[in-house]
């Protein structure tokens, strides 16, 4: 897995992007009509991104490349070229990353976005969240960021980190992360957006903090969350409890911990199972436990 495009995934891009964004310049007029393509690729990135949002303000102008170029270039090329008019555009947070794509928070939904190359990767790197300006692009079977980024030369607070990083989790509990243009939610139920809700409010003690009033509501209002609240609140407290065990010289041990109590421990997990079925809790108790070994 991979956060940009392959190698060869990314020669295809930029060549039919750099084609488009030629292609666009002179049917409005922005470049002149002789511009060849080594001078385009010779244009600094400031005025290749205006040349860019030109682009955009047109309804057809894929649509016309297309016209233009059909014996041109491959099925695979139209086929990419149309589906770019399924862009994204606009105000973006990148609110985080996995190994796989990085996260970025758009008005309604959080898109899993891979960078072009390793170049444009860094661009989408740094202290989150970010406010960056871009298109996204249906790619393949991936959504893309087009590798003109602008920032806003902003810093965020905690709180207000916390509220995107928020707005992010919330989006994703009851939408996914949109993996594809045009975006397709996916349907997930609502018990099950509950629980995402939940994991991810309580996924730092950051986050947990902040959200704390919404989560002590949907956990009132959904008593079924209560065990995995309790499971999550034992995670956050068990931290503590493995420096101070510790610090006591314990090793090898597998504990049980209900919120922030030790109510058994064990040499192995199967002993510990065991303990804990003598001990002949409610199953909601049971599933309330958080199991850690040192």
């Not at 980024?149 to 939408?175: C, D, E, M, P």
């Not at 504990?255 to 804990?276: G, H, M, P, V, Y």
Request: with cysteine.
């Amino acid at each position: 897995m991979s956060l940009h495009l392959e190698e060869r995934e990314f020669h295809v891009f930029i060549n039919l992007y750099t084609e488009l964004l030629l292609f666009s310049g002179k049917r409005n007029g922005s470049i002149p009509q002789n511009m060849t393509m080594q001078k385009f690729r010779n244009l600094p990135v400031s005025k290749k991104s205006e040349l860019r949002e030109g682009m955009y303000e047109s309804d057809d102008v894929f649509k016309a490349f297309l016209s233009q170029n059909e014996k041109k270039i491959s099925k695979e090329e139209a086929g990419l070229v149309a589906g770019f008019n399924d862009y994204e555009r606009g105000v973006f947070y990148v609110v985080g990353k996995t190994k796989e794509f990085f996260h970025l928070l758009g008005e309604k939904y959080t898109y899993g976005v891979k960078a072009i190359s390793p170049s444009s990767r860094d661009l989408l790197e740094g202290d989150y969240p970010l406010m960056i300006n871009t298109v996204l692009l249906p790619f393949q079977d991936k959504i893309i960021c087009d590798g003109l980024v602008s920032y806003y030369n902003l810093i965020f607070g905690k709180n207000t980190s916390a509220s995107l990083k928020s707005q992010a989790a919330g989006s994703t509990a009851k939408f996914g992360i949109i993996q594809s243009l045009p975006a397709i939610p996916q349907k997930i139920d609502v018990k099950e957006q509950n629980e995402r809700l939940l994991l991810s409010w309580m996924k730092t003690k950051r986050m947990f903090e902040y959200n704390e009033y919404e989560i002590y509501n949907l956990v009132d209002e959904n008593p079924y969350l209560r065990p995995l609240f309790n499971k999550e609140q034992g995670r956050h407290n068990s931290r503590g409890k493995k420096k101070v065990l510790r610090e006591l010289g314990i090793k090898s041990t597998y504990f049980a911990l209900f919120k922030d109590t030790i109510i058994t421990s064990a040499k192995n997990r199967k002993e510990l199972q065991l303990n804990i079925k003598n001990m002949k809790l409610e199953e909601d108790l049971v599933d309330s436990l958080f199991i850690f070994k040192i």
